[in-house]
């Protein structure tokens, strides 16, 4: 998520804001990888609400986090009202799917040791 929020500072400076947000909303899924650790920043927030409000009944959202979802709240940051828009977009009709277990990473790390 970093990098889309440094593309959206980029194309806020340079004028293209409003087309990367309709290019974003017209994907049919957009997959917003390595949700967190990070409380996002006011502008970061508000950006976030734009693309979720646009894909609401559009398109597929694809969230990845390492960060328990009880966590999320806190993590979107300190404004309460736009954390509770964004979470109402992104938990109506959605399907959660929990992993457990070790890191395909460190399996793999470890197959290589041996």
Known sequence: MPRLFAAL???????????????LAR???LVL????PE???GEQQRDLLEIVEDRYDAGS????SQVP??????MIGSLPT?????????????????LTGESLRKTRHTQADT
């Open 33 to 36: 990888d390595d949700w967190g």
């Open 69 to 74: 979802v009880e966590n999320w709240y806190a």
């Open 9 to 23: 500072d980029l194309a806020r400076s340079d004028g293209r804001y409003s087309r990367l947000l309709r290019t």
């Open 61 to 64: 959202l694809l969230i990845t």
């Open 82 to 98: 736009l954390a509770d828009a964004i979470l109402d977009r992104v938990v109506h009709n959605a399907y959660r799917i929990s």
């Open 39 to 41: 409380a996002l920043t």
């Open 27 to 29: 994907a049919k899924l």
